[in-house]
């Protein structure tokens, strides 16, 4: 069965400083990875996604991903937050093959100026 | 959100009353799915239709009743079995091997916040 896990409810990081989002996946096949970030009662944005080739996909605003197949993990990153960074990410899977994309329960991510 | 629509924005129920949200899209996608999201458990599937005239249940479809008659239009129906349903529904959309990159994205409308009275 498929799965993501994203282990931090919230995630609190200062202005300027590196930010990290977790997302570990469990998947039969290769996987599709996704990140989707949502603000306050909007829906959700698409930000990046891993099909195939290199395991560092760069995506909008800045942010960036790297697939790890040994660890089955694809964290979220960016060099530098903004203050406009804050909502909720989410962290998606779907197998080559199927249809249905599990999401992770969404990681708060909260910048601090 | 760019493409799909979703209306109302708010929508309130009463007890025993049925109620549908509207869902369009603009894409020419021909997937189509309806997401429910309460807080702390991220987003589940309640239906899902591939193509015209065929939907499939998701995850949580009990007291929810969907149709597709139309390439653009998948609306979802709330009924008085789903004992629940407030709740934040998100629709979206997905583009199929001709979506060029795009392809394997999925694109959400801006959600419809359902309440019980």
């Known amino acids: 069965a498929q799965s993501v896990a994203q282990p931090e409810d919230q995630v609190n990081v200062a202005e300027g400083n590196p930010l990290t989002v977790k997302c570990t996946y469990s998947?039969?096949?290769?996987?599709?990875l996704f990140w989707y970030v949502q603000y306050p009662n909007r829906g959700l944005q698409f930000l990046l996604k891993?099909?195939?080739?290199?395991?560092l996909v760069k995506g909008s605003y800045g942010f960036e991903a790297e697939f790890n197949k040994s660890q089955t993990s694809f964290h979220l990153k960016k060099p530098s937050a903004l203050v406009s960074d804050s909502a909720l990410y989410f962290c998606a899977v779907r197998g080559t093959g199927g249809f249905k994309t599990i999401f992770g329960a969404g990681t708060r991510l909260f910048v601090k100026a | 959100d760019g493409g799909i629509t979703q209306s109302p924005k708010y929508l309130f129920r009463k007890e025993g009353q049925n109620v549908t949200l509207s869902c369009e899209q603009n894409l020419n996608h021909d997937a189509m799915y309806w997401y429910r999201q309460d807080p702390g458990q991220g987003l589940r599937l309640i239906y899902y239709s591939q193509i015209v005239n065929d939907f499939q249940k998701g995850d949580i479809a009990e007291g929810y009743s969907v149709s597709r008659e139309k390439k653009e239009s998948f609306p979802l129906t709330v009924t008085s079995a789903q004992k629940n349903p407030t709740a934040f529904y998100l629709c979206?959309?997905?583009?199929?091997?001709?979506?060029?990159?795009?392809?394997?994205?999925?694109?959400f409308g801006p959600g419809t916040r359902l309440t019980v009275l």
């Open positions: 891993y099909i195939t080739g290199d395991n």
């Open positions: 998947v039969s096949g290769n996987p599709y």
């Open positions: 979206a959309s997905r583009a199929g091997t001709s979506g060029g990159a795009r392809y394997n994205e999925q694109f």
